[in-house]
């Protein structure tokens, strides 16, 4: 396990130094050079990581490319009836099923609630789960967060309920969300308003591959104009990666913000497109 964080340190520290220096298009041996490698070794191992090479994979981050993918769909239930058409894209994005407290539930805070939580590594760094009988209630990559970060948050977010911690059970599902059959449900238990849980609702309808503006989700809603608020409800999510925020970038093109970091939510992005992109050429 310890590898996989290697290798997501070093393939980050690669992407952060390849979006630092976009303009003058550094080569593949100044970016091995930068994290230490051989251009072999790195090629191979960002291959790997990624299911493309550098350059290819830098093709997909760029701002130019980002809002061309904007432009490909104008509205999301669009996108997910293009993702649909292709059973590969169905494959490829977990089908996740969100429920959310009811209000005299959320008024308890999580009284009664008996919550499991662990950290594990994954292809994209160390990542802290939470989870319920009824779902996975909280999951933060970590980084500039730490694991008692994390741990707080989602305490104070379900303040009394009982955490105890428990790697073998949250190890499971860390396994079923990055390694395991994509097409076997994943539930999750959230806590919000009424407006956070409509845009965490309308995430969950960008398929991989695909990529919205915060002004669409505020249409997606019924909010038209809410730009603000749904930026809010997003920096809100309590559930990275599974409640798919890192797919909301600016209209312009920008990426805007990310909890758990931008140069992961490059590597989020990068990874999905370039593995929707792959998936649709040999469709």
Request: with cysteine; proline share 4%; glycine share 8%.
């Amino acid at each position: 396990m310890k590898e996989m964080q290697y290798h997501y340190d070093k393939m980050s520290a690669a992407i952060a130094y390849i979006v630092e220096n976009f303009k003058s298009q550094p080569g593949l041996e100044e970016v091995a050079a930068h994290v230490n490698m051989s251009d072999f070794h790195f090629q191979r191992l960002f291959t790997e990581w990624a299911g493309v090479s550098p350059k290819k994979f830098l093709q997909f981050i760029t701002t130019q490319y980002l809002k061309s993918k904007i432009r490909d769909v104008q509205n999301l239930p669009e996108a997910a009836e293009l993702a649909g058409l292709s059973t590969q894209s169905r494959v490829y994005d977990h089908f996740v099923t969100l429920e959310a407290m009811t209000p005299a539930e959320y008024k308890l805070g999580g009284k009664g609630l008996s919550i499991l939580y662990g950290v594990h590594e994954t292809p994209f760094g160390q990542c802290f789960i939470a989870i319920t009988k009824r779902g996975v209630c909280s999951m933060a990559f970590l980084g500039e967060l730490d694991e008692t970060g994390a741990l707080e948050e989602a305490k104070n977010n379900w303040p009394a309920a009982d955490f105890q911690e428990d790697k073998i059970a949250t190890a499971n599902i860390i396994h079923q969300i990055f390694h395991g059959n994509r097409a076997n449900k994943i539930h999750l238990l959230v806590k919000g308003t009424n407006f956070q849980v409509k845009v965490w609702e309308a995430l969950l309808r960008i398929p991989g591959g695909s990529l919205a503006t915060y002004s669409q989700i505020a249409q997606e809603i019924g909010r038209p104009g809410a730009e603000r608020a749904v930026g809010n409800a997003v920096g809100n999510n309590p559930v990275a990666f599974l409640i798919p925020c890192h797919r909301v970038i600016r209209k312009e093109g920008g990426l805007g913000g990310y909890h758990w970091g931008l140069t992961r939510k490059y590597a989020l992005l990068g990874c999905e497109l370039s593995r929707s992109t792959l998936m649709t050429e040999t469709a």
